[in-house]
């Protein structure tokens, strides 16, 4: 009896989880996939809804066509400047002229925040 169950035992196959790597490591591509798949709508959504508007917000804050338009000699004043020193006194006394001249036409509000 003893030689007839051990017979049996050394033809079943192995078990489940006992199988060969290379089914191990098909079955962890599936699940790899699986999980790609589950979560890349989550992804596309955060990309839309959540990164495009914060990059375009942050874009829109850093350039005012107003300021330009209004503050013409200003404007031109600092396109040398080289943004690391102070800019040149010609670049505050154009911006003195363009205060002046955007009070007299009154358009001096569309400059200014508020």
Known sequence: MQLRL???LLRMPP???ARTSGACACAGASRHARRT???APLAVFML???VV???MLLGRS???PVVA?????????LRGW???ALPSDAAYAALARDIVQADDAGTLGQVTPG
Request: charged share 5%; hydrophobic share 55%.
């Open 48 to 50: 839309v809804f959540f």
């Open 15 to 17: 078990p489940a989880h």
């Open 62 to 64: 850093a350039w005012d």
């Open 69 to 77: 338009a209004s503050l013409p000699a200003t404007t031109q004043a």
């Open 82 to 84: 080289n943004g690391t």
């Open 53 to 55: 508007p914060i990059v």
């Open 6 to 8: 051990t017979a049996v």
């Open 37 to 39: 798949r589950l979560i």
